[in-house]
């Protein structure tokens, strides 16, 4: 399979700060890959290069068959991008807003206006088309951004955290319409802060932090690398932290961790029925009262402690 | 080439055509836009201007309404500004850069928003100065030479603006450009002669660009108060090409290494 996006050895600094450093990146044509970090891991800082809106200090990328420096106006036919504020004009209507945009991609006027039309169907957002931007949600104004990338149907979609910000609802609409583009098969690069969207829309997951993709792979092949699933203990008093936080890091066979402010034991499990089970029947057995019980996966934070060795908020002092 | 330079002149186009949008989505501003320089006419003429005195004698509506209608050029600053830093901040800017549309169209439709605005805003001050009293007294070519005069002016302050809202990127920005843009103003000839002003400032107030630009309209609309003993105040009407022009030469090329620089 041809490769879409690719990256190799990307640097860039702005002054002593070093956003990218040796930065590689595969993702395969029709793919949806996760870039997946905290803040001020790079992750903007390499869209926008893929983008051609930074150059690299060193280093070379292709997108879609051509290099984003030397290439650039080619590149910027064949790729939509979605930054992290909605960039749409906020005073004209969402129709404009496309055809606007439409004209700029250099549509003539009719089909400008007719794409806008199927983009504005696609996007539910139709009945809102004439209503100035300003008054639309967050979810919309997500959905009209997304529709203002996809004019030209671009092989490859950059997704710059697409959803923060928004609340639930709205985060739900913005996953659906990207799970709808993924079935047309275009390729889609997305950064975000949550390994549950990385989960829910990802079909590779690459792992970035200090400026550098640090694990890569498929969700299944990444599992044990993220360190899987976690089962969280609440107990109801603080006298019976301890005896549980023995209880539950025999039961699932690792060193479970123990926050005291909220009472709670947290640990990694392998199997999430089996671990469920045994720890709910030793609680009992040992007669402690949970106040909650639930099964998660991890945090990014738990991830990066797990991979790295430190927070995320923590940087390694050079 | 060709086909580059078509797409240029689209692009600009389409982005001229997307200020006139605004406009039709926001006739109130656009109209409060336009009215706010008449108010001043009405304040300054009326309200103040009977403690006002024309140098070597004359109407002070006849002398101020040249010395607003520098100033509403002045005014459109703002305009350039907010949309400018406006667009950088919501990240339409970044979103025309990721696009194959010409890099110049961004600036070349805003000055054709911005001109086309400033020209409407003159036309309306120059009924605004029929209306009280105000009329071009020498030949209709000394009166159109004014007019252009003027609009070089506002040209060159489309760089400032552009020049300003690239560096500051923060559309809250503008409050600060709002309280600097009074004492620019005001530190003119345009509602005062210089000649009462304190010697420095005096001289200060005479070499504002916008001083020469108003001076220089006095002159060509035969209007009074214009001309003086320095140098400056006898060479207004090449001062007022002069200085836009200066203006352009500095800011322009500034404004185009602020664009690249964003991709630095």
Known sequence: MASAVIAQGLRKHYGDAVALDGFDLEAPAGTVCGLLGPNGAGKTTAVRILATLLRPDAGSAEVAGFDVVRQAAQVRYRIGLVGQHAAVDEILGGRQNLVLFGRLFHLGARAARRRADELLERFSLAEAADRPVKRYSGGMRRRLDLAASLILAPPVLFLDEPTTGLDPRGRNEVWQAIRALVADGTTVLLTTQYLDEADQLADRISVVDAGRVIAEGTQDELKSKLGGDRIDVVVRTAGELAAAAALVGRVTGAGAEVDEDGRRISAPISDRVTALTEVVRALHDAGIAAADIALRRPTLDEVFLHLTGHHTDERVAA | ?264
């Open chain 2, 1 to 264: 080439m060709i086909g580059r330079l078509r797409w240029a002149v689209a692009d600009g186009w389409t982005m001229t055509m997307r200020d006139l949008a605004h406009w039709a989505r926001q006739p109130t501003q656009v109209v409060v836009g336009l009215l706010f320089p008449v108010l001043l006419v009405l304040m300054f003429g009326y309200l103040f201007g009977g403690g006002m005195v024309v140098p070597g004698g004359g109407d002070y509506r006849e002398f101020l309404i040249p010395g607003m209608f520098a100033m509403t050029m002045l005014f459109g600053i703002e305009a350039t500004f907010v949309s400018v830093t406006t667009d950088a901040a919501r990240g339409v800017t970044d979103r025309f850069r990721s696009m194959p549309m010409a890099p110049s169209a961004v600036v070349v439709g805003r000055s054709g928003a911005d001109m086309l605005n400033s020209a409407l805003g003159l036309a309306v001050m120059i009924a605004c100065g029929l209306a009280v009293g105000w009329g071009w007294r020498a030949g209709i070519g000394d009166a159109a030479l004014a007019v252009a005069l003027l609009l070089l002016l506002r040209f060159s302050l489309i760089w400032l603006g552009i020049y300003l809202g690239l560096a500051t990127g923060s559309p809250e920005a503008v409050m600060a450009l709002q309280i600097l843009v009074w004492p620019l103003g005001f530190l003119s000839n345009a509602f005062v002669s210089p000649a009462t002003m304190p010697g420095w400032l005096g001289t200060l107030a005479e070499w504002n660009p916008l001083s020469a630009t108003a001076a220089a309209a006095r002159q060509l609309f035969g209007n009074p108060g214009w001309g003086g003993d320095s140098w400056i105040a006898q060479h207004a009407v090449l001062m007022a090409a002069a200085w836009p022009l200066l203006l352009i030469a500095v800011l322009f090329p500034l404004s185009v290494r602020r664009y690249r620089r964003l991709s630095r």
